[in-house]
């Protein structure tokens, strides 16, 4: 999931440096529909690990008073939330940027609604933001985590166990 992401993050810079689709530029509808299909799958990836991770801490609720696993659950809640409405917006923005979205070129997905510029400025600029915020997340995830590798206080030891 984590290499997805990423990708993601470096598709989409690649993506918006093409040049604007035209009659003598129609290469740039490929890159588009990979970033989709791939938003689209780690969005179903998503809210599975949402649910587990929801279903994880009710079975758990009464077993654990710990401060530093409660605050590992909340953390990974705040990040698969992030990811799950960063697709969302995404997708949004695509349905009413009035071009389709087959997923992995064999399922023609509905549109929302019609092409609506306000509204795709709208959700891609929620998209956008949700992105830099889930950057920014990511970024204090894999900070915490290494400090806890290079203080070896066993907290990475209790990764896997999860």
């Known amino acids: ?7 993601l993050f470096m ?8 040049p604007l689709p ?13 970033h989709k299909n791939i938003g689209i799958t780690i969005f ?3 809210i599975y690990l949402l649910a587990v991770r929801v279903s994880k801490i009710r079975r758990n609720a009464f077993k654990s008073n710990i401060k530093s696993e409660r605050s590992v659950e909340k953390g990974h809640l705040v990040l698969y939330f992030l990811i799950t409405f960063c697709c969302i917006s995404g997708y949004l923005s695509s ?3 009035g071009w389709g979205t087959t997923l992995w070129w064999s399922l023609d997905l509905p549109l929302w609604a019609e ?8 959700f891609s600029d929620l ?8 950057l920014l997340v990511i970024a204090g995830h894999v900070g915490v985590a290494l400090y806890h590798a290079f203080r070896s206080d066993l907290t990475t030891d209790k990764m896997y166990r999860w």
């Open 1 to 7: 999931m984590a290499i997805n992401v990423f990708f």
């Open 95 to 97: 349905s009413y940027s």
């Open 127 to 134: 998209h956008l933001w949700s992105c830099w915020a889930l």
């Open 44 to 46: 179903v990836i998503a």
């Open 11 to 18: 598709s989409s810079w690649w993506m918006l440096a093409l």
């Open 115 to 122: 092409e609506n510029d306000s509204l795709n400025i709208l």
């Open 22 to 34: 035209s009659e003598n530029f129609t290469f740039r509808e490929l890159p588009f529909q990979l």
